[in-house]
């Protein structure tokens, strides 16, 4: 069954410390990995994309991907308060036609304490 | 650049009333589109996704249709809304053949009462 998990959280962690978000994903045939972000009733918001094996720097975050494990993670370095939001974890598989299916986890709230 | 608009933004509807979302993309040609549905406090749906003009396909049976009638317009139907419709209706798109990354609208919570 294609599914991606993340702990629900909420997470918290103080003014600038690292965050550490985590999910595993069921499907080894998932191909692409993205990290969303998502505030109190807005949209998601992609921050991080990441597609083979290791890190993926972009300022205050880095992606890490272990396809091995089935293992996808995102760090947020010097934590601030406006990070403070849900954060989604989506993969895709090969679907039918050109269109991929991404597919997100339950994401997981993070708050980040001044 | 692409930019994406959803409207309405909010939506109020009694049980057994018809639905008509709208979503329009600017800046692209082509797109991958997408229909998602986020009920209070949990993940994503996938309800649609068109790769083309009039070409639909479905993930969920429920009481709900799309169409795309014009290459950046992509549209969510329902012919009698339920309790269960209500949630936050999210459009994205995808520019085919770049690695799978979606890019939502900003969205429309739809309450059914």
């Known amino acids: 069954q294609k599914e991606v998990e993340q702990n629900s959280g909420p997470l918290s962690v103080p003014e600038g410390a690292i965050a550490s978000l985590n999910c595993t994903y069921s499907?080894?045939?998932?191909?692409?990995f993205f990290w969303y972000r998502q505030y109190s009733g807005k949209s998601p918001e992609l921050i991080m994309s990441?597609?083979?094996?290791g890190d993926k720097e972009d300022g205050r975050f880095t992606a890490q991907l272990n396809k091995a494990s089935q293992y996808v993670s995102l760090l947020i370095r010097d934590s601030q308060p406006s990070d403070s939001a849900t954060y989604l974890c989506?993969?895709?598989?090969?679907?039918?036609?050109?269109?991929?299916?991404?597919?997100f986890g339950s994401g997981t709230q993070l708050t980040v304490l001044p | 650049s692409q930019t994406i608009h959803q409207w309405p933004a909010t939506l109020v509807q009694p049980v057994g009333s018809p639905l008509s979302l709208e979503c329009t993309v600017e800046?692209?040609?082509?797109?991958?589109l997408y229909w998602y549905r986020q009920a209070a406090g949990r993940g994503l749906q996938l309800l649609f996704y068109?790769?083309?003009?009039?070409?639909i396909s479905s993930e969920v049976p429920q009481n709900l249709s799309a169409s795309r009638p014009q290459d950046r317009q992509f549209i969510l139907s329902s012919k009698k809304l339920l309790l269960s419709d209500s949630g936050f209706y999210l459009c994205?798109?995808?520019?085919?053949?770049?690695?799978?990354?979606?890019?939502f609208g900003p969205g429309t919570r739809l309450t059914v009462l």
């Open positions: 994205a798109w995808e520019l085919a053949g770049d690695l799978d990354t979606q890019y």
């Open positions: 499907d080894r045939g998932s191909q692409s």
């Open positions: 990441i597609y083979s094996n």
């Open positions: 989506a993969v895709t598989l090969i679907s039918s036609g050109s269109a991929r299916q991404l597919t």
């Open positions: 800046g692209t040609s082509n797109p991958n």
């Open positions: 068109s790769v083309g003009i009039g070409q």
